[in-house]
């Protein structure tokens, strides 16, 4: 793994001290082929957790904070295209090339289950409770699996998408599901009786959904543009255009920002009640495929074609993790002309 420590140096110019501060993104090297999404766990007693699917069939879970690797889950045949993991971070999911969706340890690694699916498994997401999985293939089918009984079928097929199944979340504390597609809607599911409740129709095919941490806002990314809609009542709340086409967006967990990433190589970071551009920054060599907030709200992960993740400050400057600022009056001389903080 690469480390980049975080430095924030200021100078003397015209008189005043002012801050140089610049993003110096985490790399998190390992994988060999494009990061195709990203989860990250609820905080635990042992801080929270980082899994990441790729095209090289490998999926890793990393110290959420640091980007330290932990593990990679040995098993699947193909690319994997989803991953997650459960609040704990004691349960992982993913989805694969190879149609099957995996259910795994996360503390020992072991395999503990094989849903086998009849073509491409592109999203897995675990139930609030981690007792159900749900999955989103090529077949243009949903379905919920009982993890009590995973030997079982599946206990929830829905039906209705025209195209390949992107990305499929539960939400409403469970009772719904929401779905992005190929057919350029992104529509929602009652769990209790099967039955679509709502189609957000799109210009384009939508390329990610995310969920606001409380459960109140929908993120669609689609073409240039990332709308906000009402999570419960479905209108739209707003939509704001970037200057490149947008491949995933996260919202902070306290709605005031939200971060982009896509076809220009660039992180963006908006202002979410204005939609004004407040930072961008360049660390990947190829497309951004995959964006996401920390639980905390502290960081965000990003996951691209060039094969790494990066580790992203939200507050530039903010001692956090491997990031240590320090400041002129903190540091001594140092042959490499590295800061280093001075003794006490």
């Not at 490998?58 to 593990?71: A, C, E, H, S, V």
């Not at 989805?95 to 020992?108: I, M, N, P, V």
């Amino acid at each position: 793994m690469i480390i980049n420590n975080r430095k924030c140096i200021s100078r003397k110019e015209t008189g005043k001290m002012t801050n140089q501060m610049r993003q110096t993104p985490l790399t998190c090297s390992g994988h060999t082929r494009p990061v195709v999404f990203l989860d990250f766990s609820d905080i635990t007693p042992f801080g929270y957790f980082l899994i990441s699917a790729c095209k090289d069939g490998k999926p890793m879970l990393r110290q959420g904070d640091t980007g330290d690797w932990i593990g990679t889950f040995e098993g699947h045949k193909g690319a994997v295209w989803g991953a997650t993991l459960n609040k704990e971070a004691t349960k992982a999911a993913t989805g694969a090339a190879d149609f099957s969706a995996k259910l795994w340890d996360a503390l020992s690694g072991e395999e503990l289950h094989s849903f086998t699916h009849k073509h491409i498994v592109k999203s897995v997401n675990f139930a609030t409770d981690s007792t159900q999985l749900l999955t989103g293939s090529n077949e243009k089918l949903l379905r919920i699996f009982d993890l009590n009984n995973p030997t079982e079928d599946a206990k929830a097929t829905f039906t209705g998408h025209t195209s390949n199944i992107k990305n499929a979340l539960f939400t409403y504390f469970d009772k719904r599901v929401v779905s992005a597609s190929d057919d350029k809607t992104v529509r929602v599911w009652d769990v209790t009786s099967g039955e679509e409740i709502h189609k957000f129709e799109f210009p384009t095919a939508p390329n990610s959904i995310d969920i606001s941490k409380d459960g109140t806002i929908l993120v669609v990314s689609h073409g240039n543009f990332t709308s906000f809609w009402n999570a419960e009542r479905f209108d739209k709340i707003k939509e704001y255009e970037a200057p490149t086409q947008i491949n995933s967006t996260a919202l902070h967990p306290d709605k005031k920002v939200f971060v982009s990433g896509g076809e220009d190589l660039r992180m963006y970071k908006f202002d979410y009640e204005t939609g004004e551009e407040l930072e961008s920054f360049k660390g990947h060599f190829g497309p951004v495929h995959c964006v996401k907030f920390s639980p905390d709200g502290d960081l965000y992960a990003s996951g691209s074609e060039d094969g790494t993740l990066r580790l992203w400050q939200t507050t530039v400057g903010k001692t956090y993790g491997l990031w240590k600022c320090v400041m002129p009056d903190e540091t001594v001389p140092n042959s490499d002309s590295t800061p280093v903080k001075a003794e006490t």
